[in-house]
């Protein structure tokens, strides 16, 4: 997708494919949005030694300069292959122009072109809802280490898949060997 997209102020960004050249300027983002308490969260505990999907990992780029980021990963839940969306980042200055949310139906665009069935998150309901996640029953799905219930959110990318998804949450893969407690792999 190379597509450019106005945001509500007019600017123009482009949302395109992440180059392996960004990912200086999308880890400085993510630590600057995030913070260095992100690594003790679930999903980040999830994506250690794990490589996002470089087919699904979107930048917006404005004027040469790195605008917002997302990244998909790969997870298992109760042993099917799914997605996890995350860490969808966009620069402090920039948010409220829809960079978020082109950033993310680009991924989801994506995502149901491939052999994925949903797609999880850990995050506030009235702002994924507007891609249409969802909030997902209380103890369906279970994330290793603590994560608020109400906060697991879902989409299917194949019709249903909601209504049957459950289990717990595992790594999918390892691509790089770390030392990652809890996460598992499935």
């Given amino acids: 997708m190379n597509a450019p997209s106005t945001g509500e102020l007019g600017a123009i960004w482009q949302v395109r494919l992440e180059a392996p050249a960004d990912a200086a300027q999308v880890a400085a983002l993510n630590a600057e949005s995030f913070g260095p308490g992100r690594f003790a969260k679930s999903a980040y505990r999830l994506r250690e030694g794990v490589a996002p999907i470089a087919a699904l990992s979107f930048v917006a780029i404005e004027k040469d300069a790195l605008r917002g980021s997302v990244r998909f990963w790969p997870i298992k839940v109760g042993g099917h292959e799914e997605l996890l969306l995350g860490p969808l980042a966009v620069k402090g200055d920039?948010?409220?122009?829809?960079?978020?949310?082109?950033?993310?139906?680009?991924?989801?665009?994506?995502?149901?072109?491939?052999?994925?069935?949903?797609?999880?998150?850990?995050?506030?309901?009235?702002?994924?809802?507007?891609?249409?996640?969802?909030?997902?029953?209380?103890?369906?799905?279970?994330?290793?280490?603590?994560?608020?219930?109400?906060?697991?959110?879902?989409?299917?990318?194949?019709?249903?898949?909601?209504?049957?998804?459950?289990?717990?949450?595992?790594?999918?893969?390892?691509?790089?060997?770390?030392?990652?407690?809890?996460?598992?792999?499935?």
């Fill in 94 to 186: 920039q948010r409220g122009r829809g960079i978020g949310i082109a950033l993310m139906q680009a991924g989801i665009d994506a995502a149901r072109q491939g052999p994925w069935r949903g797609i999880l998150l850990v995050g506030d309901e009235p702002y994924y809802a507007k891609v249409g996640f969802s909030r997902l029953p209380p103890g369906r799905v279970k994330f290793p280490g603590p994560v608020d219930q109400n906060r697991i959110l879902g989409l299917s990318l194949k019709s249903g898949e909601l209504l049957t998804l459950s289990g717990e949450v595992r790594r999918a893969q390892i691509d790089e060997p770390v030392c990652a407690d809890g996460a598992g792999v499935g």
